[in-house]
Structure formats: structure tokens, C-alpha cells
């Protein structure tokens, strides 16, 4: 691999499940009810892979600003479809079932997906992986911004217990625990990343 290309493919990195608790060493995310999907930004050109490497580009046709971000970018996130300000995922599962080139059209209209990034994994051609995430974040943060159907992960750092309670209250799945200090380890279960959903 040339200093101007990308990897084909970067097989996520993966939380263990564990229970509420509170760390000023973590940021506390929502685990957002989607598709986990890389998106590999190339020259003029970019690709969604869902976490076993199986193409999405072409199902999701409104995420075609993806080619506008900075040429030898990744990003690691989920695609969501929103109802009532919450993720949906049987309407997810609607766009992802859809095979058609017409039925694919008027659904990215009629349930219009958003790409939530919570990692930047390469930037410039380079790859972050060995950087802290808060760094990570910092420079995705930056990245995203003003772009359309296109949302950074905020989180809170700290009071993961009652940030969890106010999630679970809204309905939601759950949260990811996610240590600021820790490097990005690609097809690996890290207890760097912890997933906290309700009922376990």
C-alpha cells in the first residue's frame, strides 16, 4: 500500500458487554440501533462496508457528500434511520432489504438514512489507530462538522451511570463506554470499549 491509498477493508474493532459505572477516564456514548458501517473516502470516490466487509454504497445514495470529505479519510460509525428523534431499526431494516435501484431511490427519500461517525481511523492517508481517542475524536469532531446526514457521536465523560439511566428513560438501546486513552484495535474485543444495554 502506496502513501495514497487506503486499505480495502479494516475489520472493526468490538465492546465487551458490562454493567453502568462511572469514569473520568471514558467518554459515554449512545450505542446507536443501526448498521455498523465503515466509510472509506478515496480519491473522488467512497465506499460503505458493513462489519463483515459486504458493500452498502449503493443502497444508501443520499450519503454521496461522503466524496466530499478530505480525500484518504475512514470513519467508523453507524448508519440510523430516525423516527421521532430516536433510531428505528425495523425502518432500518426496510432500507437494508431493499435491492431495487427505483425502490432504493424513493426509499433514501421517503426514510431518509443519517451516518453517525464515532471513530476516525484514517486521515490525510494516515492511519490514527495507534492514537489516543480523544484525539480521535477531536480531529473527527472537526471533521464533520456542517456536513449533511452526516453526525459526530457526542458523549459525556464521567457520570456514566446517570447518563445511562437518562438514556435507557428515552427509549434508547443503550450506551458504549469508551476509554480516552485507548488505541483502536481492528477485529478485536477490547474491554476498551464496554457495551452497557438495558436489560443485561
Given amino acids: 500500500m502506496t502513501r495514497h491509498e487506503l486499505p480495502t477493508f479494516i475489520p472493526p474493532m468490538l465492546a465487551v458487554p458490562g454493567k453502568p459505572f462511572d469514569s473520568d477516564e471514558c467518554v459515554f456514548e449512545i450505542k446507536w440501533d443501526g448498521t455498523r458501517a465503515l466509510a472509506f473516502i478515496d480519491h473522488a470516490s467512497y465506499r460503505l462496508l458493513n462489519r463483515r466487509g459486504a458493500d452498502l454504497t449503493a443502497r444508501y445514495p443520499e450519503f454521496t457528500f461522503l466524496r466530499d470529505l478530505p480525500a484518504g479519510t475512514v470513519l467508523d460509525g453507524e448508519i440510523i434511520v430516525f423516527s421521532n428523534g430516536k433510531p428505528n431499526f425495523d425502518l432500518l431494516m426496510s432500507r437494508e432489504q431493499a435491492r431495487a435501484e427505483d425502490k432504493i431511490r424513493r426509499l433514501s427519500v421517503a426514510l431518509p438514512a443519517t451516518y453517525v461517525a464515532f471513530d476516525l481511523l484514517y486521515h490525510g492517508f494516515t492511519s490514527l489507530m495507534d ?16 456536513q449533511p446526514s452526516l453526525a459526530f457521536s457526542d458523549g459525556i465523560t464521567g457520570n456514566g451511570i446517570a447518563y445511562f439511566e437518562q438514556v435507557r428513560a428515552r427509549g434508547i438501546e443503550g450506551v458504549v463506554a469508551k476509554r480516552l486513552q485507548s488505541k483502536y484495535v481492528p477485529g478485536q474485543r477490547s474491554d476498551a470499549w464496554v457495551k452497557i444495554k438495558r436489560g443485561e
Fill in 131 to 146: 492514537e489516543p481517542l480523544r484525539d480521535r475524536r477531536d480531529t473527527l469532531r472537526a471533521l464533520v462538522k456542517g
